[in-house]
């Protein structure tokens, strides 16, 4: 069994428009919201193996606050800059090279190309992952090599807003 979460990067600031788009920070909202849902995803008692992200500012920033909820050391973070540049092909590559020993992985990126792999890999429409949000799919494998498009089964959907209960 192999368990992916794709996290959307936090809210993020437009309001230093010389930035470039790589560059953008958190804003005030998402600097609240990362810490959020860290500890929304700590009181499920998830550790990932590994936390990938995209080494863009506002993705990096959201993983490095998600992580410290979590208890997953900062300094185990890894970037892949086909998660900011990519597309969903890309990522999806990326999703089957890990190693057989990770059995869950969390992405930190960037839509549309996460939500677009969200629905291709579990067939669960969401429309848009929201900023912060987190998707978690399940696959019935033994390798990563073997993800694929429709291979998935849907976990949960959790963003900030959300008022139902959590999973």
Not at 70 to 89: F, H, L, M, V
Not at 136 to 148: K, S
Request: glycine fraction near 8%; aromatic fraction near 8%; proline fraction near 8%.
């Amino acid at each position: 069994m192999k368990r992916l979460f794709l996290v959307r990067h936090a809210k993020s600031s437009w309001k230093h428009p010389g930035l470039t788009d790589f560059e953008r920070p958190l804003n005030k909202r998402g600097k609240k919201d990362a810490p959020k849902m860290g500890k929304r995803i700590k009181k499920q008692d998830i550790l990932p193996d590994l936390i990938l992200s995209s080494p863009a500012k506002r993705a990096i920033r959201t993983a490095r606050a998600i992580a410290g909820e979590i208890g997953y050391p900062e300094k185990k973070i890894q970037t892949d800059r086909a998660i900011y540049s990519g597309g969903s092909p890309a990522i999806l590559s990326i999703v089957q090279s890990q190693a057989p020993e990770v059995n869950c992985l969390m992405l930190f990126g960037h839509n549309p190309d996460f939500t677009q792999l969200a629905e291709s890999l579990s067939g669960h429409r969401v429309d848009n992952i929201p900023p912060c949000g987190i998707f978690c799919i399940d696959f019935d494998i033994q390798t990563w090599t073997d993800v694929a498009p429709g291979g998935g089964q849907f976990v949960f959907f959790d963003f900030p807003k959300n008022t139902t209960d959590s999973p």
